[in-house]
Each structure stands twice: as structure tokens, then as C-alpha cells.
Nanobody, 116 residues
């Protein structure tokens, strides 16, 4: 059974930093891509950043140059380093891991709150 365990959310002041982690376990299949999404109250879930197995990355325009996505492939873990946080970054952040054969799975979500 696939499990994605997220950690690292919390409350931070504007301009601060947080680092999210998401560790995947329970699958024997390779990973195609790992990513982070977020959903603010009353809004749709949106892509924040994604990284492919080949190392290619894609970021939402609103976080580019502030957030960095990275992976530890041996640990099947994806990270999101978030710097220069803004109140509008407040949301529940979800990791997503796309496995070959079995498709994508979601983490349980972790709350990030940025105070002004």
C-alpha cells in the first residue's frame, strides 16, 4: 500500500522560510514525477512545483525564484524549500507522486500559514 507522509508545514511570518518534505513508501514501481500542489480556502488546488525523474522542473509563476523543489531518489522523498514567504502562500500543501504503472497518489496535506 502506497503511503506519502508529509511534514514541515507551520506558521511563519512574511519573509520567512519553511521546508516541506514528502516521503513515499509501499510501491515497487519507479517514480515518473513528484510534485507539490496547494489549495487555499475557497480556491481550486493548483500546481506549485513539479520535478520529473530526469530532473526537469516546472514552477508556478507566483513561486518562481522563491521556491525550490528537489528530491532524494534513494529515499523516495521530495522537498519544497520555500523562501520569502508571502501571506498569499497560505494554503494546504499536498505532495503528489506519479508512479509508473499505478499512477498518481496524494499526500494528506500540510498547512502552511504566513502571517503579515
Amino acid at each position: 500500500q502506497v503511503q506519502l507522509v508529509e511534514s514541515g508545514g507551520g506558521l511563519v511570518k512574511a519573509g520567512g522560510s519553511l521546508r516541506l518534505s514528502c516521503a513515499a513508501s509501499g510501491s515497487i514501481f519507479s517514480i515518473n514525477a513528484m510534485g507539490w500542489y496547494r489549495q487555499a480556502p475557497g480556491k481550486q488546488r493548483e500546481l506549485v512545483a513539479v520535478i520529473t525523474s530526469g530532473g526537469g522542473t516546472n514552477y508556478a509563476r507566483s513561486v518562481k525564484d522563491r521556491f525550490t523543489i528537489s528530491t532524494d531518489n534513494a529515499k523516495k522523498t521530495v522537498y519544497l524549500q520555500m523562501n520569502s514567504l508571502k501571506p498569499e502562500d497560505t494554503a494546504v500543501y499536498y505532495c503528489n507522486v506519479d508512479f509508473s504503472i499505478t499512477g498518481g497518489y496524494w499526500g494528506q496535506g500540510t498547512q502552511v500559514t504566513v502571517s503579515s
